[in-house]
């Protein structure tokens, strides 16, 4: 019997590392996606053997400061923000000209590139108001791409579209391509580009754009994006001898797409591919995650992950684009210990306490760049807490387009939300004083669509009483919305109970305990009886004047234009991560 036991332990063990040893050299990885879940459109990545054989992507902020965030990983699974490039104002100011008209304005898709011990990232501004037009393109490179500071201020370059691609030939001549699809050379010192030449048009569908090319067998290969980044949206290649062109396209075009599918995980397109340390190919892109109705999408555009086969001399076949992935053997997951920086990976929860001496997490976003003095961590009248200096106009702001260039600071400060279904709140302490003083919480799109939960001071029967204030704001070109039969919530208003202290202390909770709706509600520390709680539809915030960028959780304060500047003090900020809907 003993024996019996120890002969089959025997035998158990010997197959199993024969199966493991089996696993590893053929088995191939199963993952699942979005690789970075929550808004994370049009992604550039590459892996980078001579940085500790690490992966590194980048993905579009818009008008999000700071902007340009750069995520590394080491097996695929796990990224770690690990820079932001645009962390000094200067370095594009054009930022602080877009106004409440131009929520979609700002620093679209950019392509990261690694070249002799130094990482280059080409961007451009776009800018939609009172029409669409491109109003600079910027080169930044960095040595140290887990330092902000390490970015530079950008080479500025004549750019007449988006989406451009950086491409260097084996003679070290680098050229830019961008949407059009138009090519040209750019002096990588001057930012001085070239003669415009149109080397391809895509296989006839709109928009081609989203531009990469790749050197292989002796092939110059022209990977690109059309149909739009909804649901025509697919990913078509062609392939030269010379850099310039002529390209011919594949017959097999399109060669990734969900289009005309009932995947859970559409629009994919804007892809970029790179080789990882064994040599195999992969690709990233971007999806939404909406199924074919593609009504309620609030997190918008997310970044996945595919695996590419590509043959010596043939065209690449691109893995279709799912939540559950099977690919390539992934690099062992290290759990990014590899990985240096103070970031946050992608999916961790915040609880954070704004400690003395801490400051705000790098994951944390603005719309545009913030006020001096407006945010600050641990301040000396309340330690422990991040101080709200209210700006005067609420979050939907007055700022007419070249009048009122100044008029756009709004204090919000947000971060993204990166799963479908979590809970996020923020204790927060306040005392306001003077007619229309509010601070709260907010699912934030852009500034003509959010829905907020706040505390705010009105008048009711000659006295100012503090009230908990639901609020829906929904703005400007929403046919979307209209037509998709949605019911805009009223507003919703209700006085808080009278305390014993001046000091409100309550916490506001946004929750998605599934994918169509959220759950907002208001608790106070001093009266556990009072609870506020709305539920409203998530396709508010989904598509409509955010139809590039997805959903942000945050906190604000206002004077909503009066005499106030009672300073908001958040003391817990909390998100928590419960889940991911992938099919
Ligand atoms: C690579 O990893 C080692 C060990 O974690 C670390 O000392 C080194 O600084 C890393 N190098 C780079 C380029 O990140
Ligand atoms: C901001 O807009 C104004 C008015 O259009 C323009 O004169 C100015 O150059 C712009 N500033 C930046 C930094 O783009
Ligand atoms: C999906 O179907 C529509 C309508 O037939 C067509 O116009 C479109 O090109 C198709 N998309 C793809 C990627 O084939
Ligand atoms: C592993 O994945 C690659 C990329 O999708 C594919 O080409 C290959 O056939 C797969 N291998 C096995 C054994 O499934
Ligand atoms: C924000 O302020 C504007 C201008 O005063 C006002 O029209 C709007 O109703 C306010 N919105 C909210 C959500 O308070
Ligand atoms: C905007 O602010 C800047 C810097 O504070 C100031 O120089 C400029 O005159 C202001 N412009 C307007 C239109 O108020
Ligand atoms: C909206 O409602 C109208 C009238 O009930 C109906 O005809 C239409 O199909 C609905 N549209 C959508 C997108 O549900």
Not at 119 to 148: E, I, Q, R
Not at 287 to 305: C, F, I, N, Q
Request: charged letters at 15%.
């Amino acid at each position: 019997m003993k024996v019996q036991r120890a002969f089959s332990l025997l035998v158990a063990f010997v197959m199993s590392s024969k199966t493991s040893a089996a696993l590893a050299s053929s088995h191939n990885s199963t993952y699942t996606n979005p690789i970075l879940p929550g808004w994370h459109s049009d992604p550039s990545c590459l892996f980078v053997a001579e940085e500790n054989n690490t992966f590194f992507c980048t993905t579009s902020s818009f008008l999000t400061f700071p902007g340009i965030p750069i995520y590394a990983s080491q097996d695929l699974r796990h990224w770690k923000l690990v820079s932001n490039v645009f962390t000094r104002p200067e370095q594009v100011p054009e930022i602080a000209n877009s106004t409440s008209q131009t929520q979609q304005d700002g620093l679209w898709a950019s392509t990261i590139r690694y070249r002799n011990g130094k990482f280059y990232l080409v961007t451009s501004y776009a800018s939609t108001y009172p029409s669409f037009k491109v109003v600079s393109g910027f080169l930044f490179t960095s040595t140290n791409v887990y330092s902000d500071d390490s970015w530079t201020d950008p080479v500025r370059f004549a750019i007449r579209d988006i989406d451009p691609d950086l491409f260097w030939d084996d003679d070290g001549t680098a050229y830019i391509s961008r949407a059009g699809i138009v090519q040209q050379t750019i002096d990588l010192k001057t930012g001085v580009l070239g003669p415009e030449t149109k080397i391809w048009g895509g296989t006839g569908s709109a928009t081609p754009e989203g531009p990469h090319i790749y050197k292989r067998d002796g092939w110059y290969y022209l990977m690109i994006s059309e149909g739009g980044t909804e649901l025509n949206h697919r990913v078509t290649i062609a392939r030269s001898k010379k850099v310039s062109g002529p390209y011919e396209g594949y017959s097999g075009n399109p060669i990734l797409t969900n289009s005309n599918t009932t995947e859970y995980f559409q629009t994919v397109g804007h892809a970029d591919l790179f080789q990882d340390g064994d040599g195999n190919w992969w690709g990233s892109a971007l999806a939404t995650r909406s199924g074919p109705a593609w009504r309620v999408y609030p997190m918008g555009r997310e970044t996945v992950l595919f695996a590419v086969t590509w043959e010596e001399g043939e065209w690449p076949i691109l893995e279709p684009v799912q939540g559950q992935m099977t690919g390539w053997r992934l690099p062992r997951p290290s759990k990014g210990e590899g990985i240096p920086g103070k970031g946050a990976y992608v999916d961790a929860p915040d609880r954070i306490t704004f400690g003395p001496g801490t400051s705000i997490p790098r994951h944390f976003l603005y719309w545009r760049i913030p006020k001096e003095g407006s945010f600050t961590v641990s301040p000396p009248e309340s330690p422990h807490s991040l101080r709200l200096l209210p700006s005067s106009q609420n979050i939907t702001g007055t700022g007419i387009p070249g009048v009122d260039v100044n008029e756009t600071d709004i204090t919000l400060i947000t971060r993204r939300q990166s799963h479908t279904y979590f809970t996020y709140s923020v204790d927060i302490t306040y005392a306001p004083t003077e007619a229309g003083e509010e601070a709260g919480v907010t699912i934030f799109l852009t500034q003509d669509q959010h829905i907020d939960l706040g505390i705010v001071l009105l008048s009711s029967g000659g006295n100012l009483v503090p009230h908990v204030r639901f609020q829906t704001t929904l703005l400007n070109d929403l046919d979307t919305l209209a037509t998709q039969n949605v019911t805009v919530p009223g507003t919703v208003v209700a006085p808080l109970p009278s305390l014993s202290s001046k000091e409100i202390r309550a916490r506001l909770q946004v929750q998605a305990k599934d994918d169509t709706h959220y759950i907002l509600s208001a608790t106070l520390h001093e009266d556990k009886q009072f609870e506020f709680t709305q539920t409203v539809e998530a396709v508010l915030v989904s598509g409509g004047t955010g139809r590039f960028t997805g959903t942000l959780l945050g906190a604000y304060a206002t004077s909503n234009e009066g005499s106030g500047s009672t300073p908001a003090y958040i003391t817990q900020w909390q998100y928590e991560g419960q889940g991911q809907k992938i099919s």
